[in-house]
């Protein structure tokens, strides 16, 4: 028995097929379905409700981000989304108990998810995928929106660009068939193989068939609804986005403001620091100079003191010897006057005795013209250093 057989000898299965979505109302009427907001009549009672295992229930929203992070545009009538139905064998999930049934079912979901991403590498290309447990067989379905990242030749520098092609994601009928056997090969640790090549087997019952053309019928009618809320939108969209654009240039225009603004107080304040930085260079140059200066008057100011106490006590001295000489005066002169009272014969000795006394005032008067000389010398030199001070 091969491992895609049961236990039976029946050989188990894994299908994918797929649709082209261009238009926003068959998005719509996607989304309604997958999320069973539209009535199913096919649909087994007390089942549990769908479960979204990628993305949200707005897959219209979902879409619209995808495009706009890319940078990506729509091309009326071209294919905007591919819807994929992953299911198996009837066989696969049954009979089997709770436990095991869920383990199966976690096991079918995340290698789905692993052949997708292997397939699909743009991230988050895969914008939605929901779990079906209301029909006869649990399936899954997966909204992709074919991106394609590759060099656009109509561009001079042939820089890689995003857009839209269904044909270069999904190819051509041998394309899908090769696709088919890589899809399933993720699946053979299940026992699962993939379903017939060419087989012409139907993948959906009649009931469903007929629901699903009641299902288109509507989406028909849904279109329309969903283009004018579209063009609503659009409109909408305009107005907030001419409206951001003034406020946006306004905006710029102050930051273009404030930016000159800043500039040139940085200038002034740059030029202010500098001359600041000049004043305090020339003031520590001056403080030096006024130091030195400082310190050459208190030296000179130490010697005139010196030199005053000593001009002081050489005046003291000249007064000394000027009293002594006024007295040696006054002695000659007393001396002379009894001279002039002696008689003749001792006037010649008195003569000679004057003579002596003379020659001693003379050379006190000497000494004493010297001292005085010197003394005026003196004063006059502190006096001139007290000037230039």
Known sequence: MSAATGSSGERRFVT??????????HVYHVRRHN??????????????????????????????????????????????????????S????????????????????????????????????????????????????????????????????????????????????????????????????????????????RNISNREHEVRLEEARQAALAEGTALSKDRQRVSELAIQLDSERGALAAERQRFAYGLERIKSDRERLDAERAAVERERAALRAEQGKLREQLDRLATERAAVIAKAKEAEALKRRAVKRALALRGILEEGERFRAKVKALPAERRSLAMEETHVVSERVAAASRIASQDDA????????RDGQGASR
């Open 16 to 25: 994918m097929r797929f649709k082209r979505i261009k238009t926003w109302g």
């Open 35 to 88: 999320t069973r907001e539209m009535e199913c009549r096919h649909l087994e009672k007390d089942a549990p409700p769908p479960t979204l295992m990628v993305g949200t229930a707005d897959v219209s929203g979902e879409i619209r981000k995808l495009l706009d992070r890319y940078g990506v545009k729509h091309r009326p009538g071209g294919v905007l989304a591919l819807e994929f139905v992953v299911s198996t």
């Open 90 to 201: 009837r066989e696969v999930f049954e009979g089997l108990d709770q436990p095991a049934y869920e383990r199966r079912l976690q096991k079918f979901i995340v290698q789905t998810l692993r052949a997708f991403s292997d397939r699909f590498k743009i991230p988050g290309q895969v914008v939605s995928m929901a779990l079906h447990e209301d029909e006869r067989t649990p399936h899954l379905h997966l909204v992709v929106v074919p991106l394609i990242h590759e060099p656009d030749n109509r561009r001079k520098d042939k820089a890689p660009v995003y857009r839209l092609s269904a044909k270069r994601v999904v190819g051509g009928r041998g394309d899908m068939s090769r696709e088919q056997t890589r899809f399933a090969s993720f699946f053979e640790e299940m026992g699962l193989e993939r379903g017939r090549e060419r087989s012409g087997a």
């Open 374 to 381: 010197w003394l005026a010398a003196m004063l006059a030199h």
